[in-house]
Structures are given as structure tokens and as C-alpha cells.
């Protein structure tokens, strides 16, 4: 069992940045890839980055790559989405997921969820 709580969101003029953080419970959180999603309203969830149980491996939406980043801290169990360059087509919640599965890109992939936080860009 894996408890995800996120925080950093806020209100950000366009080129701004942001940094999320997902806070996660429980010893096993090293053994899972963690994923960024985001979710605008009327809009389907989608992929933003992801990153592998150890950190070693990165992968990220054509939307978001160049511009955002995803590291990790397992000593720490949390996990960071650097967010540089942010535009108003950005703006959506935010959630962190955690997944067992290689390389998830999918939300049906992930298993435990945060509840999220906001993101706004003004333009």
C-alpha cells in the first residue's frame, strides 16, 4: 500500500515555473516507477513524465520534453516535477501515481493515486 499526497501547485504567468513534490507513505515506495499526470476539465487524463523505481530512467509527453523534469528521492520517499516554461495549456491538476508496471504510460497502469494538486498559467 502506497499513500501519495502532492503539493506546489499554485498560480504562474506564462514562462514561469513551478516545482511539484508527491510525498509518499509506506517502506515499499523504492520498488515502485512513479508517474506525473494531469487532467484539465472536459479532458482525459494524460502522461506527463515518469520515472523508474531506482531513478535511472526518464521518460516524458512530446508536450512537456525539454521543459519539465522528474527526479526522485527515495531516501526521502518523494518524487519532484521541476516545471520550467510553463504555458497557459498547462494549466490542469496535477497527480502523482505510482505503478509497478515498466515504463507506464497509461493511468490504468498505475495503482495508487494522489488527490492532486492545481496548476494555473495566466497567459
Known amino acids: 500500500q502506497v499513500q501519495l499526497v502532492e503539493s506546489g501547485g499554485g498560480l504562474v504567468q506564462t514562462g514561469g515555473s513551478l516545482r511539484l513534490s508527491c510525498a509518499a507513505s509506506?517502506?515499499?515506495?523504492?520498488?515502485?516507477?512513479m508517474g506525473w499526470f494531469r487532467q484539465a476539465p472536459g479532458k482525459e487524463r494524460e502522461f506527463v513524465a515518469g520515472?523508474?523505481?531506482?531513478?535511472?530512467?526518464?521518460f516524458y509527453a512530446d508536450s512537456v520534453k525539454g521543459r519539465f523534469t522528474v527526479t526522485r528521492d527515495n531516501a526521502k520517499n518523494t518524487v519532484n516535477l521541476q516545471m520550467n516554461s510553463l504555458k497557459p495549456e498547462d494549466t490542469a491538476g496535477y497527480y502523482c501515481?505510482?505503478?509497478?508496471?515498466?515504463?507506464?504510460?497509461?493511468?490504468?497502469?498505475?495503482?495508487?493515486w494522489g488527490q492532486g494538486t492545481q496548476v494555473t498559467v495566466s497567459s
Open positions: 520515472i523508474s523505481a531506482i531513478g535511472r530512467s526518464t
Open positions: 509506506g517502506r515499499t515506495f523504492s520498488t515502485y516507477g
Open positions: 501515481a505510482a505503478s509497478t508496471r515498466l515504463r507506464a504510460i497509461r493511468p490504468y497502469e498505475y495503482s495508487y
